[in-house]
Nanobody
Framework: QVQLVESGGGLVQAGGSLRLSCAAS????????LAWFRQAPGKERVIVAA????????YYTNSVKGRFTISRDNAKNTVYLQMNSLKPEDTAVYYC???????????????WGQGTQVTVSS
């Protein structure tokens, strides 16, 4: 079992920045992928970014490329999502996810955090 706890959400104006954190515990993460998903009101949960813990390869959905950066801190077992140039359409509940994935990083996660709200005002 992997436990995930998100933090860092809030209200920000368009063009601003936020950094989300996800602290992971319960397992050694060396063979895990950690990811950020988001779910806007009335919409499906979709992937935003992912990072392979060993090696650090990353995945980004097209709409956040160049604005968001996913990173990890091995010593703290924490993954971050730095969000810059935020837009109102980035408003959503952001969830941290983890699983042992080989290859594809955009789906297949079974461990989830509780979510943190990000609201971007225009």
């Amino acid at each position: 079992q992997v436990q995930l706890v998100e933090s860092g959400g809030g209200l920000v104006q368009a063009g601003g920045s936020l950094r989300l954190s996800c602290a992971a515990s319960g397992r050694t993460l060396s063979d895990y992928v950690l990811a950020w998903f988001r779910q806007a009101p009335g919409k499906e949960r979709v992937i935003v970014a992912a990072i392979r813990w060993s090696g650090g390869s990353t995945y980004y959905t097209n709409s956040v490329k160049g604005r968001f950066t996913i990173s990890r801190d091995n010593a703290k077992n924490t993954v971050y999502l730095q969000m810059n140039s935020l837009k109102p359409e980035d408003t959503a509940v952001y969830y941290c996810a983890a699983d042992r994935l080989i290859g594809e990083m955009s789906a297949g996660y079974n461990y989830w955090g509780q979510g943190t709200q990000v609201t971007v005002s225009s």
